[in-house]
């Protein structure tokens, strides 16, 4: 998995690249967010567009990046999550803590209402 950042009104970008497979990939991702949120970063939006598979271990790392971040008091957004991805979070009703949004811009503007 490989993870790529960029900022944009305010809320950071997470786009994530591969197969999240938890293992490695959780303490990385988990670095990250750490990181952010001691820059006083706490609108995350993680990007799965690019993502072709998510084990129970790849949610395991979201749902610990969503806890992470709202201990914080921040937040954590899920954008162009895939077909494939999405049937995950409804066979497994995590489609009700995520909230979910089509494109990153519309993730994005959800932090200004």
Excluded at 40 to 55: E, H, P, Q, R
Excluded at 81 to 103: G, P, Q, R
């Amino acid at each position: 998995m490989k993870i790529k950042t960029n900022e944009r009104y305010g809320a950071v970008i997470i786009e994530l690249k591969g197969n999240v497979m938890g293992g490695e990939d959780t303490k990385d991702f988990n670095d990250h967010l750490h990181k952010l949120i001691e820059e006083d970063k706490k609108n995350i939006i993680v990007d799965l567009a690019s993502v072709k598979f998510m084990n129970s271990s790849g949610l395991g790392m979201m749902i610990g990046g969503l806890t992470t971040m709202k201990k914080a008091d921040g937040s954590l957004k899920l954008a162009r999550v895939t077909e494939k991805i999405e049937s995950l979070l409804i066979i497994t009703k995590l489609i009700t803590i995520f909230e979910t949004f089509e494109t990153v811009d519309a993730a994005v503007e959800s932090f200004s209402k």
